[in-house]
């Protein structure tokens, strides 16, 4: 056996038995996007989810990606990789994504994921029109509300210095099959 064979069905394995259903790690554009959501529909399409959580899972990865794609920080110094994962289990599928912010993002994106996670329903209900009518540029973080909303979890993050100027930053979430 090819020893590169080997190597390939450990990873395939270890992948599996983690229930990783898509894994992208690399540059991030439109055009991956894109890619990416095709990968969710197939798996959308072949689950046994029923219509409505069908269309909330696909809703909440394509905001995740649009996440990403838009506030993904580029230094032209080598920090342009990102990543996208999809696994799942018995009860959720979990979606989580990693990305290079400016740290000057860093304190307002963890007061919004504070704030958001902190609230329950019918607060985050009553903050997202609040958010809404004041129509900000770029959303203004009416993604991660909505992420909290169609999920019914709180969104778990992480936030690690990689320079002085970067962060890398990671979003995961829950969405219970």
Known sequence: MNPGNSVIHEIYQYMNDKGVVISYLGGFNQEVVNSLLASVKKIVNTSELDFQNKKRFYAVAAECLDNVNR???????????????????????????????????????????????SLERDELKKFYHEKLSESPERGGGLGIIDISLKTGCKIAYDCKPVSDDVDFFVLLTSIKK
């Open 71 to 117: 506030y993904n920080y580029d230094t032209g110094a080598g920090f342009t990789k990102t990543f996208f994962n999809v696994s799942g289990n018995d009860d959720f599928f979990i979606i989580q994504t990693g990305n290079y912010i400016h740290k000057d993002q860093k304190t307002v994106l963890t007061e919004k994921l504070d704030k958001v996670n």
